[in-house]
């Protein structure tokens, strides 16, 4: 049917109706031409040729199809209300794909009694399709770019003559079809350029380096009709690729190698890479869509290239809505990188300019010195916390300040080195050099250096001044400083000097340390590690210091403190275990913030013992500390890190519970020997700390506990098990009493030889 000869044209020997037929054909298509003709859209033509396919073949409804060569689709449109909706299918599906497929008319007089008819339409919308005359739309050229479907002729049967008819009638108009499908494509080819223009002047506005990856994610996925995309650089100091990703109100970064993944591969060849299927891939790694529970269909990742030829990052696609990622995805996604390249080389160095000075700046605020810094002209540029304080004065008013009036006033020393300096642009230095500051005339003794500022080219940008103050006891303080807690170095030099020189005396020494700190770390990153510790150390400091501690140092993230150095209370023993309380009730506070604040919880644990040790200077001459040593400062150690596997946050020795004077709610925890010792101790679990949310039933629990630790002791083992039962019935969670279960179970499946109630610890 799709090859049928051409109507003969009249003659003589017609009938009259055969005449009138034929002129009645005539009449018809050229009504067809003309009207397509004047339609200005490919919406008008399609709706104009159903209404006359329609109408001419006495059908109850109709469709055109035209095929989409870059989808492989057939689509029409349909009108609803003021706008249109297009239906798609694949141009190989039911009657109508057949028909294109084959280029055939076809008549089914019964739909569905036909194997190609597909009645899912029909379910959905409540029509019955019974009748089709369905044709194939032809070009001149004989090409076939659609098929034009009617249904249900009213009165009867499809015929030959209606498909005839329906046939030449798509032909007449496939010009017009043509056209307006040609003018739509190059239409929306044209706004679609404009959009990119508009699209990548407004990005290459931003300077913000998280914003501006932000949108170009967005508008990368916008474009490719995509699922999600991710923009990563290169890191050059680090070697790494990194992403910023939205994290509720903030942005979090990822990183890896530079040499890892697909990314790593396009960043590293600077070849494009498009997997249409990634689990057929073998470079694909499915175990990030097993963490994140998204499945990977299609990747599309391209390099991000500058001016200057270099590989600068990558961008990656995935999952484009309605198939694989085709080359005209491809050559968009390189054209777009293309164009924000220069905008992300703009953000990434306004980013690392703006990051060192807030590094800068950030330092400058934290330094205990006074840093002015002088312009070209004399002026104060900047002035930090520490300069404005030790000239009494406010940073606001210094800065933009002529400096030789401010320095004059001080001291016309400091003025006539920040001139030198300016002149033979060589450091200069005074130390122990007096300032008159302030309206009240105070005098400050300061150490002052003057050098001179030059930028990397040589240029000259002016001077700074840094001021030590050294005033008063500072001179002492900043000595003792460096090898104790400040507020206890106040306390030496008025008290006991002598206790420098190294002494046997009692002290209660603790130690506590982060849990899990290196995961936490690694899930921080540098910067956040950083912050962390700093807050974490000026809540533990606080609780130490405010029952007389001294802090002796810091070891990573963990804290050794001393309770009864450099000065004895009386009760040293008693503000240990109240500042290792008031350490975690601290931390407890500070976590129940943290959370709120979207952040992760801490936690720590906390070892206690008293014993005789030797305290003093210890060191070198040109480095000291004092500290203290001892074997009772390694068990104080020990103790800190067997709270891990008594599921304890502060354990106490033997030695310490002894001399405790207030009361406590404690619990013998084990008789054990610590690692590198012979002989054991005896450990204590603090629990006061604890609310009846954190441990209900305390008392009960703690009972039960104690009663199974003497069955423990006296190796009735199956009877301590009951006990240590009665125990978790009272609190679930008490993961000790938990401990002994097990640890009962091993001993009766492997009883040992000797039992004297002593568990031998096997690590630090």
Not at 517 to 534: D, H, I, K, M, W
Not at 605 to 619: K, P, R, S
Request: with cysteine; hydrophobic share 40%; aromatic share 6%.
């Amino acid at each position: 049917m799709a090859n049928r000869p051409e109507q003969p044209l009249p003659t003589g020997s017609d009938s009259p109706a055969d005449q009138a037929k034929r002129l009645r054909l005539a009449e018809t298509l050229v009504q067809v031409s003309r009207t397509v003709a004047a339609m200005e859209t490919l919406d008008d033509v399609l709706a104009t040729l159903v209404d006359l396919t329609t109408r001419e073949t006495g059908a109850d409804r109709g469709t055109l199809f035209l095929n989409d060569p870059a989808t492989g689709e057939l689509y029409s449109r349909v009108a609803q209300g003021h706008r249109s909706r297009e239906i798609r299918f694949p141009n190989d599906v039911g009657i109508a794909g057949h028909v294109f497929q084959t280029g055939m008319g076809l008549i089914v007089n019964d739909a569905y009694g036909h194997p190609k008819f597909n009645p899912e339409i029909d379910e959905q919308t409540g029509y019955r399709t019974e009748r089709i005359v369905c044709a194939p739309i032809r070009t001149a050229r004989g090409t076939v770019i659609g098929v034009a479907q009617v249904l249900n002729k009213q009165g009867g049967a499809f015929t030959d003559e209606e498909l005839s008819l329906v046939e030449q009638m798509t032909t007449q108009a496939a010009v017009a079809l043509m056209n307006s499908q040609y003018v739509e494509s190059m239409e929306r080819k044209r706004s679609e350029e404009l959009q990119f223009l508009e699209l990548v002047s407004d990005i290459t506005s931003e300077l913000d380096l998280g914003a501006l990856l932000q949108r170009i994610m967005g508008e990368a996925t916008r474009l490719l009709k995509a699922d999600r995309s991710t923009l990563f650089l290169n890191d050059e100091r680090s070697g790494q690729l990194f992403a910023r990703v939205a994290q509720g109100d903030s942005l979090d970064e990822i990183r890896f190698p530079n040499t890892v993944g697909i990314a790593g591969t396009v960043f590293t060849t600077g070849e494009t890479i498009n997997i249409p299927y990634a689990y057929a891939d073998l470079r694909f790694n499915p175990g990030l869509d097993k963490q994140t529970g998204y499945f990977t269909r299609s990747i599309l990742c391209v390099p991000v290239v500058n001016n200057d030829g270099e590989t600068i990052g990558v961008t990656q696609v995935l999952n484009k809505r309605g198939g694989p990622f085709t080359a005209e995805d491809e050559q968009r996604l390189k054209a777009f990188t293309a164009q924000v390249s220069i905008a992300l080389q703009n953000a990434k160095l306004f980013d690392d300019v703006q990051t060192m000075k807030n590094y800068t700046e950030a330092m400058l605020e934290s330094m205990s010195n006074g840093v002015l810094t002088l312009d070209e002209d004399g002026r104060i540029a900047t002035c930090n916390a520490a300069g404005a304080r030790i000239l009494r004065s406010d940073e606001a008013k210094l800065v933009t300040q002529p400096a030789s009036p401010v320095l004059s006033s001080a001291n016309p020393l400091l003025t006539d080195m920040v001139e030198r300096v300016a002149q033979s642009q060589s450091p200069d230095l005074a130390m122990d050099l007096d300032l008159t500051v302030g309206d009240e005339d105070e005098t400050v003794s300061v150490n002052a250096t003057v050098l001179p500022l030059i930028s990397a080219d040589a240029a000259k940008l002016g001077t700074m001044v840094m001021l030590e103050d050294i005033s008063g006891e500072k001179r002492v303080r900043s000595t003792m400083a460096r090898y104790m807690d400040p507020g206890l170095a106040d306390q030496l030099v008025r008290r006991d000097e002598e206790l420098l020189g190294g002494k046997n005396l009692e002290a209660t020494i603790m130690f506590s340390d982060i849990r899990r700190f290196t995961t936490v770390a690694e899930e921080l990153g540098p910067q956040g590690t950083v912050a962390l510790l700093n807050d974490y150390f000026t809540i533990m400091v606080e609780a130490i210091q405010s029952q007389g501690g001294m802090l002796d140092k810091f070891i990573g993230d963990a804290i050794m403190a001393v309770f009864g150095l450099p000065v004895p209370h009386g009760d040293d023993t008693d503000r240990g275990v109240r500042a290792a309380i008031s350490m975690i009730t601290s931390l407890f506070d500070w976590n129940q913030h943290r959370v709120s604040e979207g952040r992760m919880p801490i936690d720590m644990g906390i070892g206690l013992n008293t014993d005789l040790v030797v305290a003093g200077n210890i060191g070198s001459p040109k480095r000291m500390d004092f500290t203290i040593i001892g074997d009772g400062v390694n068990l104080a150690s020990r103790l800190e890190s067997a709270c891990k596997q008594y599921s304890a946050r502060i354990l106490i020795s033997e030695h310490t519970f002894g001399r405790l004077k207030g009361v406590y709610r404690t619990r013998e925890v084990d008789y054990v020997i610590v690692k590198g010792k012979t002989e054991p101790v005896g450990v204590y679990e603090i629990l006061d700390y604890h609310t009846n949310e954190t441990f209900p039933n305390l008392m009960d629990a703690v009972n039960c506990f104690r009663d199974g630790i003497e069955k423990y002791r006296r190796g009735d083992w199956d009877q301590a098990v009951a006990a240590f039962g009665e125990a978790l019935k009272a609190n679930p969670d008490d993961q000790l009493s938990q401990t002994y279960i097990e640890r009962c179970a091993q001993l009766v499946a492997n009883p040992p030889a000797v039992w004297d109630g002593v568990w031998a610890m096997t690590s630090k």
